[in-house]
């Protein structure tokens, strides 16, 4: 079964950090960018954060620049997104996808969701005091 299984949201206070991850299953990820989005209640889906399947480029939604930071691990098979300084704002579920990328030449910057091939189920991220 081919899948993306995030993990590592909860509830955590402002100012404090989580990690998520994004662990493939059934594929590789060493060809794909992956994208991370979030959802908060009654708001548009919003691509926050993604990385080129070589790992060499990123790139950050202006809300969560120098707060997040995106990474991946093609021998683990998963990609991370650290989140500090977390903001009320932040609270959303998160998502992670991934798009077909064997050449890194994808610009995921333009967050496009319908272009990835393979979701996950998502995983709540709460901010609150």
């Known amino acids: 079964q081919l899948q993306l299984v995030e993990s590592g949201g909860g509830l955590v206070q402002p100012g404090g950090s989580l990690r998520l991850s994004c662990e493939a299953s059934?594929?590789?990820?060493?060809?794909?960018?992956i994208g991370w989005f979030r959802q908060a209640p009654g708001k548009e889906r919003e691509g926050v954060s993604c990385?080129?399947?070589?790992?060499?480029?990123?790139n950050y939604a202006d809300s969560v620049k120098g707060r997040f930071t995106i990474s991946r691990d093609n021998a683990k098979n998963t990609a991370y997104l650290q989140m500090n300084s977390l903001k009320p704002e932040d609270t959303a579920i998160y998502y992670c996808?991934?798009?077909?990328?064997?050449?890194?030449?994808?610009?995921?910057?333009?967050?496009?969701?319908?272009?990835?091939?393979?979701w996950g189920q998502g995983t709540q991220v709460t901010v609150s005091s």
């Open positions: 996808a991934a798009v077909s990328d064997p050449r890194a030449h994808y610009s995921c910057s333009r967050y496009v969701a319908y272009e990835y091939d393979y």
């Open positions: 059934g594929f590789t990820l060493d060809y794909y960018a």
């Open positions: 990385i080129s399947s070589s790992g060499g480029s990123t």
